[in-house]
């Protein structure tokens, strides 16, 4: 069974997902990493040349490619939830961990972060990040069997708590 990450930017996926590959001796597999690996270039330039659409079919090979495979740690784009088929493969082989955080958690963590290109014209950081936030967050609730609130755990709490949440998984082939 593989242990699928989704949430917001910020939330902490990376993170824990490293920790747990590690305590559980699981390869990481960090989709947005992969794609970037890939293409030879940032999202933000596979964006600007070809657009959020050419993105996401990257996004959506690679989520149907790493649900074929067995004891991984998957670390999803935020995004994952925008393409309809992404989840339900991922959940055919996996417990879906749904990571979550305030915007105002989400902001603090990743403000700096310029690899990523704006999801919405003419809205603050602020303004964006809350936005989306909101338009995603009942298919991310739709998608996860279970959801932590990660704004004040630290990774290693994060991962403890998806450790002792792995026994209420669904059985394998069970959404």
């Known amino acids: 069974m593989n242990i699928v990450l989704i949430g917001y930017r910020g939330t902490g996926k990376s993170a824990v997902g490293r920790i747990l590959a590690e305590r559980l001796n699981k390869t990481y597999e960090g989709m947005d990493a992969n794609i970037v690996r890939g293409a030879g270039m940032p999202i933000a330039a596979i964006v600007e040349q070809s657009g959020w659409s050419t993105f996401r079919d990257m996004e959506t090979r690679q989520a149907m490619d790493l649900a074929r495979k067995d004891d991984q740690i998957i670390d999803t784009g935020g995004g994952i ?89 669904p059985q394998r082939g069970v959404p």
């Open 81 to 169: 939830i925008e393409r309809p088929d992404n989840l339900p493969a991922l959940q055919k082989n996996g417990c879906i961990f749904w990571l979550k955080a305030s915007v105002e958690t989400i902001v603090a963590r990743i403000r700096g972060d310029d690899q990523r290109p704006a999801l919405t014209e003419g809205k603050t950081f602020v303004e964006e990040v809350a936005e989306v936030l909101q338009q995603r967050e009942a298919r991310y609730r739709a998608a996860a069997h279970h959801a932590i609130d990660t704004d004040a755990l630290t990774p290693q709490q994060v991962a403890d708590r998806i450790v002792s949440l792995l026994k209420s998984c």
